[in-house]
């Protein structure tokens, strides 16, 4: 009989091994890898994987990446995203596709002891390869499609020194489109399952390899006999929550595949813990097959539900799925996930699509994404800043457009930290795939819409990309396409097959401006305008009631504009009269849409600084109008509006936030304000004051003060009184249209709208510009300069507090822009985050601004600070 002692020992010992089993090795092949075209390539795949080849006069590659960045890192092209360099680059349809197809080949150690599996795994290869290592081919039948993962079963193909070699030869699309200026260029590149922004788009330029390569991340993973792949968490969250309350328990559905690798049935545990439970099933796993099991549901007490962005937190929860066998991990797999429940129902008032989360409607605020690089140079940093952007822009939702990609996990993550939800479309546009009649495509829309021309990849690839993402808490719908359907058996088999198996817990919208989202009242696309508009018509002018795309214009300022345009091209941009072009060549050719006449009211512009200084004054307006327009009729006129776009992967000159760099224009911060959570604003069309409530909560004794200023910094209270508003709604309180005529009718003036608690703190600070009679700003041209005085303090090692006091002596101090600089050189530094930028203070007021720079302590840095009526300032910082 065993004593006490023994029996702790026997299970501390069991417990060590278990532990050690764990420790499953899971490594990226990312460094050390060269590649040759294949034209200059004399030998195959079997000598070039031989580690006796010898390839010191190959090219570094970049892996992940794409030839074309191979060939920029090398110094082999010139940067295509300045000037016109693009256009001397050669393009893969006037080379053909031999001249981009490139042989990538890597080093690496390693060995599979008794009982292991080694795997291969690729997260992305455009458009197909052909793999060997060590001298055999490993992939027998052919892999291709940009979006479909691949793991191959290397253990056998493994040196038994361990030296190995992996050789992997990539071939562009078998259709790589002409790129003649239409949106995906003659539509061809629809032809394979890849993107299509590509041949070119009305954002783009081609990009000249169409994105050849392996693109995304290539893995080494060690495994026993049991592969543990593509676990699912479900979460279901019933009944109506609330943010930050006790609440009723959760159900955790997990399902996973196990894929024994062995000529023999093999018994084993599939297990999990949280929340102090662990969950377990025993299982006998058949010979040489992949069996899904699902494990018994787990009820979580008092969940910490995930939100989206200012609703509530973005907690999430972790497990460590295993699968053991006797006394070892065979293999396992660490999950995140958060727990919510996304529902979605028709508002028969507005005829439109209303998405709920966890079951509290939320009135969506998004943005357009693109792609974060248009030569897929991903990484977690960008994303995360890119996404924590968004954020910052108090947006709660981001559609992926179906001319790029399924979003790669590392952008989802940063969704699932800043509460971002996301719709994902699948890959069909109706340029490409045949929705309209087009005279530069190649085919016509009877054959177009059949594309692509492989429906079994193209199922097969959105299958795969279901299992990839579906564990994201952000991931909210999918969408069949960017203004059309999939062809019909696709869409039969995304809608019947792939999510009802695979998911099952999303709403699949089956084409982005579908009436099944929005009803279109007015007939044509269902969507945009694109262009700059009158701020009065985003308040007055009734549009689709859930709008997947309508935007404005987004140019940087000339810190921006002097990143990508050549000196001799720094010019104020003039339209060509009845063209989309402008006079300038670099400035057509990156895109420029043009203002129109909405910068004369400040005064015409003189040269390239002026012009980008006023346009981030009507960037301010655009956006702040655009949202407060959609605000004020929420639940009325609309459940939602996504605008059209707000970044861009390319030094393109419209629809962004801020630039290819990173750097923020005055769009972000109008959007910023105008969607704050709790929002007092001001109805241009018909004098109204009125209070948004983007929160779940009914908000009391909230303070309504309104102010006027004239250009003199003279102030007059239009009036102050205590309100209260519903959960989720909008209320209006009052008109000062005759009043605010009358102020501002000689010269404009200054409109303060501010909420406040009973403590006096500001809830919300929004502050209007208005024009004179005329519709000029008039006043705004002869006022008084106004510096602001600025103190700063360190206040986190990556963070700076910048006091910003305005005297009482002063006018208004218009419109700051403040910059964090490097002192060495005066150049921005990259990313910051400003808790707010572009801001305004009245006389005697004082503001508060945090600055966020990841590096600041590996730098000398200064703020650099300059106004409308403000000449520019460069503050130490202490």
């Given at each position: 009989m065993k004593t006490t002692l023994q029996i702790v020992k026997i299970c501390l010992f069991s417990l060590l091994f278990v532990q050690l089993g764990a420790a499953q090795q899971r490594y990226e092949l990312k460094t050390d890898w060269y590649c040759?075209?294949?034209?200059?390539?004399?030998?195959?795949?079997?000598?070039?994987?031989?580690?006796?080849?010898?390839?010191?006069?190959?090219?570094?590659?970049?892996?992940?990446?794409?030839?074309?960045?191979?060939?920029?890192?090398?110094?082999?092209?010139?940067?295509?995203?300045?000037?016109?360099?693009?256009?001397?680059?050669?393009?893969?349809?006037?080379?053909?596709?031999?001249?981009?197809?490139?042989?990538?080949?890597?080093?690496?150690?390693?060995?599979?002891?008794?009982?292991?599996?080694?795997?291969?795994?690729?997260?992305?290869?455009?458009?197909?390869?052909?793999?060997?290592?060590?001298?055999?081919?490993?992939?027998?039948?052919?892999?291709?499609?940009?979006?479909?993962?691949?793991?191959?079963?290397?253990?056998?193909?493994?040196?038994?020194?361990?030296?190995?070699?992996?050789?992997?030869?990539?071939?562009?699309?078998?259709?790589?489109?002409?790129?003649?200026?239409?949106?995906?260029?003659?539509?061809?590149?629809?032809?394979?399952?890849?993107?299509?922004?590509?041949?070119?788009?009305?954002?783009?330029?081609?990009?000249?390899?169409?994105?050849?390569?392996?693109?995304?991340?290539?893995?080494?993973?060690?495994?026993?006999?049991?592969?543990?792949?593509?676990?699912?968490?479900?979460?279901?969250?019933?009944?109506?929550?609330?943010?930050?309350?006790?609440?009723?328990?959760?159900?955790?559905?997990?399902?996973?595949?196990?894929?024994?690798?062995?000529?023999?049935?093999?018994?084993?545990?599939?297990?999990?813990?949280?929340?102090?439970?662990?969950?377990?099933?025993?299982?006998?796993?058949?010979?040489?097959?992949?069996?899904?099991?699902?494990?018994?549901?787990?009820?979580?007490?008092?969940?910490?539900?995930?939100?989206?962005?200012?609703?509530?937190?973005?907690?999430?929860?972790?497990?460590?799925?295993?699968?053991?066998?006797?006394?070892?991990?065979?293999?396992?797999?660490?999950?995140?996930?958060?727990?919510?429940?996304?529902?979605?129902?028709?508002?028969?008032?507005?005829?439109?699509?209303?998405?709920?989360?966890?079951?509290?409607?939320?009135?969506?605020?998004?943005?357009?994404?693109?792609?974060?690089?248009?030569?897929?140079?991903?990484?977690?940093?960008?994303?995360?800043?890119?996404?924590?952007?968004?954020?910052?822009?108090?947006?709660?939702?981001?559609?992926?457009?179906?001319?790029?990609?399924?979003?790669?996990?590392?952008?989802?993550?940063?969704?699932?930290?800043?509460?971002?939800?996301?719709?994902?479309?699948?890959?069909?546009?109706?340029?490409?795939?045949?929705?309209?009649?087009?005279?530069?495509?190649?085919?016509?829309?009877?054959?177009?819409?059949?594309?692509?021309?492989?429906?079994?990849?193209?199922?097969?690839?959105?299958?795969?990309?279901?299992?990839?993402?579906?564990?994201h808490p952000s991931l909210a719908m999918w969408c069949g396409g960017n203004e059309i359907t999939p062809p019909a058996d696709i869409l039969k088999a995304l809608k019947e097959d792939v999510l009802p198996q695979l998911d099952g817990t999303r709403w699949f919208i089956d084409y982005s401006n579908s009436d099944e989202m929005s009803y279109n009242f007015k007939g044509g696309n269902g969507d945009g305008p694109y262009g700059i508009q009158d701020i009065s018509t985003f308040w007055a002018e009734k549009t689709w009631p859930f709008n997947s795309e309508v935007g404005s214009v987004g140019t940087g300022d000339a810190a921006s504009l002097k990143r990508f345009i050549p000196e001799e091209n720094q010019v104020i941009p003039i339209e060509m009269d009845g063209t989309e072009k402008v006079r300038d060549e670099v400035w057509s050719y990156h895109k420029y849409i043009d203002y129109g006449d909405a910068m004369e009211p400040y005064g015409t512009p003189t040269d390239m600084e002026d012009f980008a200084a006023k346009a981030q004054l009507v960037n301010y307006n655009q956006y702040r109008g655009l949202i407060e327009g959609f605000s004020a009729h929420m639940w009325d006129w609309y459940t939602g509006v996504i605008i059209w776009k707000t970044q861009n992967p390319w030094t393109s000159l419209r629809g962004q936030m801020y630039d290819y760099y990173l750097d923020p224009n005055a769009c972000l911060y109008g959007l910023r304000t105008g969607s704050e959570a709790l929002h007092g604003m001001y109805d241009p069309v018909k004098g109204n004051i009125m209070i948004a409530n983007n929160t779940f909560e009914q908000q009391h004794d909230i303070m309504l003060r309104v102010t006027a200023y004239d250009m003199e910094g003279n102030d007059q209270q239009l009036t102050q009184v205590f309100c209260y508003i519903e959960p989720s709604s909008i209320r209006l309180i009052m008109s000062l249209q005759r009043r605010i005529q009358e102020l501002s009718a000689e010269k404009g003036m200054f409109l303060s709208v501010q909420l406040l608690n009973t403590e006096q703190e500001v809830l919300s600070d929004n502050f209007y510009w208005l024009p004179d009679a005329a519709g000029n700003y008039s006043g705004l041209q002869s006022m008084a300069k106004a510096p602001v005085q600025a103190q700063t303090t360190r206040i986190a090692k990556d963070k700076i507090r910048l006091q910003l006091t305005n005297p009482s002596g002063n006018t208004v101090s218009f419109f700051n822009r403040i910059s964090l600089i490097d002192a060495a050189t005066g150049e921005r530094l990259l990313p910051t985050f400003y808790s707010d930028n572009y801001v305004s203070l009245v006389p005697g007021e004082e503001k508060s601004i945090t600055l966020t720079y990841a590096e600041l302590e590996k730098i000398n840095a200064k703020i650099e600070i300059g106004g409308w009526n403000a000449p520019k300032q460069v503050v130490q910082i202490e």
């Open positions: 040759n075209p294949v034209n200059e390539t004399q030998a195959e795949g079997q000598a070039l994987s031989k580690v006796s080849f010898p390839i010191q006069d190959w090219m570094p590659a970049t892996v992940p990446g794409t030839v074309l960045t191979t060939l920029l890192n090398n110094g082999k092209v010139p940067d295509p995203f300045y000037g016109l360099n693009n256009e001397k680059i050669k393009d893969i349809y006037d080379t053909g596709r031999e001249y981009y197809t490139y042989w990538f080949v890597t080093d690496f150690s390693e060995t599979a002891k008794s009982g292991e599996q080694v795997w291969l795994n690729f997260r992305g290869i455009n458009y197909s390869v052909d793999i060997f290592l060590n001298g055999q081919k490993v992939n027998p039948t052919p892999y291709k499609g940009m979006y479909l993962r691949k793991q191959f079963n290397v253990t056998k193909f493994l040196s038994k020194e361990g030296n190995n070699r992996l050789a992997v030869l990539v071939h562009p699309a078998d259709h790589v489109g002409n790129p003649n200026g239409g949106q995906g260029g003659d539509g061809t590149i629809a032809k394979g399952v890849a993107l299509q922004y590509t041949a070119g788009w009305d954002w783009i330029q081609p990009v000249r390899d169409r994105n050849t390569g392996i693109w995304d991340k290539v893995f080494i993973e060690k495994t026993k006999a049991v592969n543990l792949k593509n676990p699912h968490i479900v979460t279901l969250v019933d009944g109506k929550r609330m943010p930050g309350t006790k609440q009723a328990p959760a159900t955790i559905k997990v399902t996973t595949e196990l894929q024994n690798t062995q000529d023999h049935p093999l018994s084993g545990t599939l297990q999990y813990t949280l929340d102090g439970k662990t969950v377990r099933k025993d299982v006998t796993l058949p010979a040489q097959q992949t069996t899904e099991v699902a494990l018994p549901d787990l009820q979580v007490q008092n969940p910490k539900l995930w939100w989206p962005n200012g609703y509530g937190a973005q907690p999430l929860y972790g497990i460590d799925l295993q699968f053991i066998t006797g006394a070892e991990i065979s293999d396992h797999e660490k999950v995140t996930f958060g727990i919510r429940e996304i529902q979605t129902e028709w508002n028969e008032h507005t005829r439109s699509q209303q998405i709920a989360v966890n079951g509290q409607k939320i009135f969506i605020k998004g943005g357009n994404w693109i792609i974060s690089d248009a030569m897929l140079r991903f990484s977690e940093e960008r994303y995360d800043a890119e996404i924590r952007f968004h954020r910052d822009m108090n947006l709660n939702l981001i559609r992926i457009w179906g001319g790029a990609l399924p979003e790669r996990p590392e952008f989802y993550e940063a969704c699932d930290k800043y509460g971002m939800l996301v719709i994902q479309d699948f890959w069909m546009s109706g340029d490409c795939n045949g929705r309209w009649l087009d005279p530069k495509k190649k085919d016509d829309q009877w054959t177009r819409r059949q594309y692509p021309d492989d429906h079994g990849l193209f199922i097969e690839s959105a299958a795969d990309v279901v299992k990839m993402l579906r564990n």
